[in-house]
């Protein structure tokens, strides 16, 4: 059967500052989609990562659908009253407008969907981030999918060894949606040469060379919304398993190395991406920035219940990279490539400091 996998997340309010949302206010966004999703949703999962709280749904009705992501809205708007009451820190900050219209894009919430014909077997992987931005996903995709040092299988499998196309958005632009698409091997080059700049270049999504969804990033960025800084966008990922498709453990592979990423304390800092386990808070420095992964099967739209794939001991060790890697850049304090470039920062207050300072500033004669 044809279906559709939608993940829409949003931070809507947490404990002792930016750590993780109250089992209340899970239960409350939980309880609001089992009671009011019958006849719209075939399934889902809630879960969080940090402070974000990620809803996946299974369903019929395509992306973008206005029953869903308004269904996905008013849970979290339930959910943002719970915060209210009880006092959590930032209740309701990534609802950025004060209405839906039919649609949760541009209003705040990170959306990521993708409609395929279901195959016998259909394994996926839901990976959510907190403290970070879309592009953190840009370096695990090209390995997955683009490099056979880390995904032995663009050798061994005819139908992968054809290669993929890779979507990719340029962020900095607001008056629209801004594509290109690019297709490896021949691409190779031309794909690496944008997805280092992750700030601007961001992979939207890959598909197969026969037209197959492989994987959907959200790609929304809150400051392009809100017309100031508010917080790092905590992307979601989608990504098709097995078969014509990387295996399971290729995709993971690619996130061992802890590559950094800008995020972690308000969001303006260079920080290893670090793997956690499902609902896990954040600590360190408002972070690490983080990642976490739920394998699934889905089956005539039903889900089983979640793996949780970077629980498996070999992660500890991944896990004690990163926090050695994210302690030795924290040592740089506020020093050249600790913090990211004045571009990412144009919302922050040390913004205002700069143009006092500006004015200050005299040419020698």
């Given at each position: 059967?044809?279906?559709?996998?939608?993940?829409?997340?949003?931070?809507?309010?947490?404990?002792?500052?930016?750590?993780?949302?109250?089992?209340?206010?899970?239960?409350?966004?939980?309880?609001?989609?089992?009671?009011?999703?019958h006849g719209l949703v075939k399934d889902f999962y809630v879960g969080y990562t940090g402070d974000d709280i990620a809803i996946l749904f299974t369903h019929t009705r395509g992306k973008g659908d206005s029953k869903i992501h308004g269904l996905a809205w008013k849970a979290f708007l339930a959910g943002t009253q719970v915060a209210k009451d009880q006092g959590l820190y930032g209740a309701g900050q990534d609802l950025l407008k004060s209405s839906f219209s039919g649609n949760v894009k541009g209003m705040g919430p990170?959306?990521?969907?993708?409609?395929?014909q279901e195959r016998p077997n259909e394994p996926f992987l839901f990976f959510a981030a907190d403290k970070t931005e879309p592009g953190a996903y840009n370096l695990p995709l090209y390995l997955a999918f683009a490099d056979p040092m880390n995904t032995p299988g663009l050798l061994l499998s005819p139908e992968?060894?054809?290669?993929?196309?890779f979507r990719i958005m340029d962020v900095s632009y607001t008056k629209g949606d801004r594509v290109i698409e690019l297709s490896t091997p021949e691409g190779?080059?031309?794909?690496?040469?944008?997805?280092?700049d992750n700030e601007r270049f961001v992979v939207e999504s890959i598909y197969s060379k026969k037209g197959e969804i492989a994987a959907v990033v959200s790609t929304t960025r809150l400051h392009n919304i809100a017309g100031k800084y508010t917080g790092k966008d905590d992307p979601v990922m989608l990504v098709r398993v097995q078969k014509h498709f990387p295996a399971t453990g290729e995709v993971l592979a690619a996130f061992s190395r802890t590559h950094y990423v800008g995020g972690g304390m308000r969001g303006s800092h260079s920080m290893p991406l670090m793997p956690m386990k499902l609902n896990s808070?954040?600590?360190?420095?408002?972070?690490?920035?983080?990642?976490?992964?739920?394998?699934?099967c889905v089956h005539n739209g039903l889900l089983t219940e979640p793996v949780d794939v970077f629980a498996h001991p070999y992660w500890d060790y991944v896990r004690s990279k990163a926090s050695r890697k994210a302690t030795e850049m924290r040592e740089q304090g506020f020093s050249g490539a600790a913090m990211l470039p004045y571009s990412e920062l144009e919302y922050g207050g040390i913004v205002e400091i700069l143009k006092r300072l500006d004015k200050k500033f005299k040419v020698k004669k």
């Open positions: 059967m044809k279906i559709t996998l939608s993940v829409i997340k949003a931070d809507i309010g947490s404990i002792g500052g930016h750590i993780k949302p109250s089992e209340k206010l899970l239960k409350t966004v939980k309880d609001y989609i089992a009671g009011e999703g990170a959306v990521c969907e993708m409609e395929f992968m060894n054809k290669g993929f196309k190779l080059y031309d794909i690496a040469a944008l997805l280092r808070p954040t600590s360190y420095f408002d972070g690490p920035p983080m990642v976490s992964c739920a394998a699934f």
